[in-house]
């Protein structure tokens, strides 16, 4: 069992990325289901929460069934952050989450994500501020340094360590590599097995499939692993993972049928967070996602794009579940 403050997790704890426009409640309820054991919301400005911006609050929405859930924070400045964490608590997370990893340019031009990583100091500050303002167990997710110059990975653990927070995620690349490259491990092992550590470790990472999450699991020793680009528009990959650690199977992928009833979940669970039609526009970006390398799905995209009801999408959903029934797949 791994233990981020009072929060139980399983052994090896399998968790969901926070990602922008990606992990909302009705992905994040389709991750679950498919097998995810922790959650978190997609990044919310300290700024965007003390101004009571719409976008801000309404990503605090969580829901009992997704715990244990952690809502991620980000921002440069100590007094923002210490309120956003106050706000934050009173929508009672099981978790909350600063970010020092993001390295979208607008976000480091304001002095926050992994534009912390250019000043430590800073870091702890911001770090400590939101520690001392809630009752609820602090984590981080960061990325090991602002380039390959600069990776200052294990002073950042021991110290955010020292100033309570209670796991860290490491992304294995640098700002500078943003998601490009392989990211490197070896830095998480060495961190991990430091033994002024005593907090869970988690990498994060290129973990696209179950056999990788094992052979990481082995070879870098960390606590948990969590998994953002290899869950969008396949959430079953955590069973998956689950599955092969259980019984050294690789489960088949979901047929056509099985992804058209996610896509089907995910936007019914949209328009019940949304409303119908901004619900299954927001749905448009995860199309492509769902029916990744599946044969003349081109069309069907097309379709779905112009659907604003369900009863259209449903329509939609016949159409391509009879054509892939009678279409003949070559390996």
């Known amino acids: 069992m791994i233990k981020i403050g009072n929060i139980e997790l399983p052994e090896f704890p399998l968790l969901l990325a926070p990602m922008e426009d990606v992990s909302d409640p009705p ?10 054991d922790m959650m978190y919301s997609e990044f919310i400005s300290s700024e965007g ?11 605090l929405d969580i829901f ?13 400045d100590e007094e923002a952050m210490s309120l956003s964490a106050k706000i934050v608590e009173a929508v009672n997370p099981d978790i909350v989450d600063i970010n020092f990893g993001c390295p979208v340019k607008k976000v480091v031009c304001k002095g926050a994500g992994a534009g912390v990583l250019k000043d430590v100091d800073l870091m702890i500050r911001l770090t400590k501020a939101v520690v001392n303002s809630t009752h609820l167990p ?14 200052n990975i294990m002073e950042v ?22 998601y490009k490259g392989e990211a490197d491990w070896n830095y998480i092992h060495a961190v991990k097995n430091n033994p002024n550590i005593e907090i869970p470790i988690f990498g994060n990472g290129d973990i696209d499939s179950a056999q990788k999450a094992w052979e990481y699991k082995n070879k870098f020793d960390c606590d948990g692993i969590m998994i953002g680009r290899g869950a ?20 088949p ?8 009833e996610a896509v089907r979940q995910h936007a019914e669970w949209s328009k019940d967070w949304k409303g119908e039609r901004l619900g299954l526009i927001e749905m448009r970006q995860h199309y492509s996602n769902y029916f990744r390398g599946i044969p003349h799905f081109k069309d069907f995209r097309r379709k779905f794009l112009e659907v604003f009801t369900l009863e ?11 054509f892939y029934k009678d279409f003949e797949f070559v390996n």
């Open 27 to 36: 992905f994040r309820k389709l991750c679950k289901m498919h097998g995810a």
């Open 138 to 151: 602090v984590t981080v997710k960061t990325r090991l340094g602002w380039d390959t110059e600069s990776i």
């Open 232 to 251: 969008i528009g396949y959430p079953w990959i955590f069973n998956e993972v689950k599955h092969f650690f259980k019984t050294g199977e690789i489960l």
């Open 312 to 322: 259209e999408m449903d329509g939609v959903i016949a159409e391509a579940d009879a």
């Open 253 to 260: 992928e979901p047929t056509i049928t099985q992804r058209l």
């Open 49 to 59: 929460l003390i101004r009571d911006a719409m976008k801000s609050m309404k990503k």
């Open 64 to 76: 009992d069934y997704e715990r244990p859930v952690g809502i991620q924070i980000f921002g440069g």
């Open 157 to 178: 653990a021991e110290r955010l360590q020292e100033v309570g927070v209670k796991a860290l995620t490491i992304h294995a690349r640098t700002r500078a590599q943003m």
